[in-house]
């Protein structure tokens, strides 16, 4: 019991410095949460936010898509059906250029049983990238 409350607290803290990031438009603040979103993981290797988190933060504010994969696709061996893991992979994917694989997981996530607040958002979005994906074919043939 204490590992988890000790890994919630560093989680927490990392939330923190992340909002503090977010707020302030400061890197240090993201890498302070990256730094304590680690540390809860450590503690408490169960904890999957921990390292979705970090995976989001390394992705989107820093552009270290293939670290933010690398975090993603660890979850996503462990829990097939974790829908916001495969929607940030799908994201990391699109920003590294890798827009077929991008298209797969964003298939895969809407044709999960649970539908979470981002559900109508991917609906938006795949069309576009259905589209691009479909070009790439045809340039390619």
């Known amino acids: 019991m204490f590992k988890f409350l000790w890994s919630w607290a560093l989680f ?11 707020a302030n438009v400061m890197l240090s603040e993201h890498e302070r949460a990256i730094h304590y979103f680690e540390r809860a993981y ?10 979705l988190h970090k995976g989001v933060l390394l992705s989107r504010e820093f552009g270290r898509h293939d670290e933010a994969l690398t975090i993603f ?3 996503l061996d462990e829990e097939p059906d ?10 990391a994917l699109q920003d590294n250029g ?3 694989e991008a298209l797969a997981d964003l298939e895969r996530y809407l044709e999960l049983p649970t539908r979470d607040s981002h559900w109508e ?9 259905r589209d691009v994906v479909k070009e ?3 340039d390619e043939a």
């Open 12 to 22: 927490t803290w990392g939330g923190l410095h992340r909002y503090f990031g977010h």
């Open 42 to 51: 450590q503690v408490d290797p169960s904890f999957t936010a921990a390292r």
């Open 73 to 75: 696709d660890a979850i």
């Open 82 to 91: 974790n829908g916001v893991a495969l929607l940030n992979r799908a994201m």
């Open 98 to 100: 890798r827009f077929p």
């Open 121 to 129: 958002e991917v609906q938006r979005m795949i069309k576009p990238l």
């Open 136 to 138: 790439l074919q045809e």
